[in-house]
């Protein structure tokens, strides 16, 4: 575990015994350049997320890649969080031109910088597959988050993660179920990781979009601030305050239009004080 700027870098154990490993196989050469690649990528969302004043926790170096973990950040805005996700695969895209221009004045040897290039590549691309946790994945559900309730975005998000990772594991296993030959060992412990993780966010969904709730009060100061338009949601007095609340949009204010049977408003509620009562477990107001 080491200290760097205020951030804990871990290494996990079996990435300890790959570096190694490759001492021994002759590969740390290799090794080592894939963990400054890795590291420099982690680092550009590091950078992106204090720019925004989101606390960086650590920076996790597992055996297939690396994850910077941060603490919650359901309260940015959704462009700001796509600019963090996107600001790891910037690193690796900006490395590929650094490596094309020693190749061009001839600085730096050519298998060398070829093998940089393809490893930049790989890990831009595979980091932006639309599977949390992803940047791609990140940035697909902060799209999704503009047009859809958050409830329904954290969801859906996670089943089509979920389905992604699946598909990883599969793609994976194939060569040996169709011919014997031996599996994708890599792709398929990356599979196996993502799909535990997803899944393990899939379960703990009703405390994720309880957290989203409780820290609506900055949403509540934002808009009184700039006077945005609020989003009317219309229900009835029998509706139960969960459906209500799953309904609510991660950067919209909602006014609540309480209908009796006959068509006439009966109340109209702002959203925190169905959140408040939500959350003191009161009945619908």
């Known amino acids: 575990m080491i200290k760097l700027a205020g951030i804990t870098i871990k290494l996990h154990p079996f990435f300890v015994l790959m570096m190694m490993a490759s001492v021994v196989t002759g590969h740390f050469l290799e090794l080592l350049s894939l ?10 969302h590091v950078t992106a997320a204090r720019l925004f004043g989101v606390s960086v926790l650590s920076i996790e170096m597992l055996p297939f890649g690396g994850v910077a973990v941060m603490e919650d950040s359901a309260y940015l805005s959704a462009g700001k969080e796509i600019i963090i996700a996107l600001a790891g695969p910037l690193q690796n895209v900006l490395l590929i031109f650094c490596a094309y221009f020693y190749q061009y004045i001839g600085l730096g040897e050519g298998d060398f910088l070829s093998y940089f290039i393809e490893c930049n ?4 691309l595979f980091n932006l597959l639309p599977i949390l946790p992803l940047d791609g994945g990140k940035v697909s559900q902060s799209l999704f988050s503009l047009f859809a309730p958050y409830h329904a975005t954290l969801l859906w998000s996670l089943r089509i993660s979920v389905v992604g990772s699946l598909c990883m594991v599969s793609y994976a296993i194939i060569p040996f179920l169709l011919s014997q030959k031996p599996p994708q060992l890599n792709l398929l412990l990356i599979g196996s990781f993502l799909l535990y993780s997803n899944w393990q966010d899939y379960r703990n969904l009703p405390y994720r979009f309880m957290r989203f709730l409780i820290r609506r009060e900055q949403t509540y100061t934002k808009h009184w601030i700039y006077g945005s338009i609020a989003v009317p949601i219309v229900s009835h007095p029998q509706k139960p305050l969960e459906y209500i609340l799953r309904l609510f949009r991660r950067e919209k204010y909602h006014f609540i239009y309480v209908m009796n049977e006959q068509g006439d408003i009966v109340a109209v509620l702002p959203e925190q004080k169905v959140i408040s009562a939500f959350l003191r477990g009161l009945p619908n107001p």
């Not at 590549?121 to 831009?124: E, R, S």
């Open 121 to 124: 590549l790989i890990i831009a």
């Open 35 to 44: 963990f400054v690649i890795v590291f420099i990528h982690e680092l550009g």
